[in-house]
């Protein structure tokens, strides 16, 4: 967990609505329909979130139980803030949105999201960066999207 809140007093958005589809807290009743996204997405999902992970390569329905009470834990007490993205009728997940903060001080936050498919990823950043928008930070990197992971972390490239 994060040791401190990332925008302290600041209420998030609670939801953010798109063209079919919405992004809103994600929580551990969404577990189903959200591993049923990460394994549909997997081979794309290998390294996109950090470099050199291999997230989610044997990640089981409990294991991602946990990562989701973790992600509902830290949104409710304001130190990240993860938001699943879900069709209008709520029957399927469409990807995952994160705001983490920074391990880096020329950024306040890390913003990271993903799409179960290829097709859907423009449609979510957009999405996405208009939510990010909205909170009160004023420098936030979005690692493998904006900059290559090396180069915000200080890596060799």
Request: charged fraction near 25%; charge should be negative.
């Amino acid at each position: 967990m994060y040791k401190r809140p990332l925008t302290p007093g600041f209420t998030p958005p609670a939801r953010r609505q798109g063209d079919g589809f919405h992004l809103r807290m994600l929580s551990v009743h969404d577990v189903v329909k959200d591993f049923d996204a990460v394994i549909a997405a997997r081979d794309r999902l290998k390294g996109a979130m950090d470099s050199g992970d291999t997230w989610p390569d044997g990640l089981t329905l409990e294991e991602n139980l946990i990562d989701l009470a973790w992600h509902q834990r830290e949104f409710t007490i304001g130190h990240s803030f993860a938001y699943t993205v879900m069709n209008d009728d709520e029957s399927r997940c469409l990807g995952c949105c994160y705001i983490n903060p920074s391990d880096w001080p020329q950024y306040d936050a890390m913003a990271s999201y993903w799409a179960r498919e290829p097709a859907f990823d423009a449609t979510l950043g957009l999405a996405f960066r208009a939510l990010v928008a909205q909170f009160p930070l004023t420098r936030v990197a979005f690692p493998g999207r904006d900059h290559p992971w090396p180069s915000i972390t200080g890596e060799a490239q």
